[in-house]
């Protein structure tokens, strides 16, 4: 009578092995691999006995560590990063719970480096399906998209490609391309994944948000991302139910979609500069309307360059209409020469002296210079004054001069120190602002 035979598989390596039926229990050895399996009378393996690297062959070995099942099983077994919110976990984003359902661990080599993510499955029985991300403490809340509503037009810049997406109204900026390689693997997904599984990305940002199309064969998935803050953060992680506050990751470096606070700050100190800037304008434009601009006092004179220095003295003039500002205009005829002036305004009741410095030089031939040049003073009170002027010059002839002097007159100084003095603060927020891009965008592929 022929004897009756059947195939087990090899418990550690899967390779089948031919054996006879019986009715006893026995050990097969696996011809591949070479553990002992224990098999019962309806060929059914009940164990199996490995054997040390040392009773295996060098051929043999090589051949076992290039297992499909046993590498797959040893990559699932070593997690890169620290899985933070158990399986089963119940957490409160955008005012709806949520349960973790898998945890996944996705690689992509990234200048020379592999970097690592996280991502949660999520699952609300109302609304489906969520995934929660994390990246170097960055956090994002990932929601599917309808193809329907993702519309590409035109891109107007050079470094991206040819068309970018808009979502909703809101136009996206292309940020990276790359590939992921799935690390780990922990719980269930409602699509068939393994370790192993590669697929193509391509991130588009417009903070705090963040459109993804992924890529796997003829297959495209969009997948729409937002930022979440450290606050949203402390309520999905609360440090008593899932995790000590130790453990919440720190947050590293600027993310892609991650929200620059400068140009929130800015944008709000934006619009408290243009309304000081229109206060001021108005208060400009007021002063510009009601100045006299009163010819007080004018004397002219001839500067003699064989007594430098010599003082000329005015005739005495009056102020009044109280504590206005004075303009001095001084005019002296040069032409290739300089005329040096220190004088000082003289209150002749109270003895108070106002003193001035002042230097003039014109050059025809090269058109640089002025033959004319003029001094302000904030805030001179009523009385009567004459000035005193010492002059000295390099010219070898008689230099005409002439002295105005003009009382409450427009004054743009002070309106374009005060629009400088309003920028101060803006300015550095935008400068902030820029390098803070700047940091985001050197983790891009493309640099705009």
Known sequence: MKEKRGVVTCYNCLANIPTKISTKTKKLKCAKCISKNIVNNNLTLENSETVSNSQISRSKEDEMKNSVKEQLENERKISIKEQLIPLGSLVTIKDHKWEVLGYLEVAEKFDGEEDVWCE???????????????????????????????????????????????????????????????????????????????????????????????INGNEKNWLHGEYLNKKEVKKILPAKKILPAKKIPYRFGVYLNQVNKYREIRKKLKKLWFLFLIIVTFFQFYFVLTAKNKLIFEQSFVHLPRVNEKSQISKQFELTDGDKNLELKLTAYVNDNFFDMNGKIINEENGKIYNFYDSIYYSSEEDSGSQINTLNFSSIPNGKYRFI??????????????????????????????????SIIPLIFLILELRYEEKRWKNSNFIP
């Open 120 to 214: 949660y499955l999520l699952e609300n029985k109302s609304l489906g399906y969520r995934w929660l991300t994390e990246f170097d403490g960055h956090w994002n809340f990932i929601s599917p998209c309808e193809k329907k509503d993702i519309k590409l037009i035109p891109n107007t810049k050079k470094y991206s490609l040819n068309k970018v997406p808009v979502y909703f109204e809101r136009e996206y900026q292309l940020f990276h391309i790359g590939k992921g390689v799935i690390k780990f693997i922990n719980g269930n997904f409602f699509w068939p994944v393994k370790i192993g599984d590669t697929f193509d990305f391509e991130d588009f940002i417009s903070p705090p948000y963040v459109l993804t199309c992924e």
């Open 389 to 422: 002027l010492e002059g000295s010059t390099d010219a070898l002839t008689d230099i005409p001069c002439k002295i105005m002097l003009l009382r409450d007159v427009t004054n743009w100084s002070n309106y374009i120190l005060s629009i400088i003095f309003l």
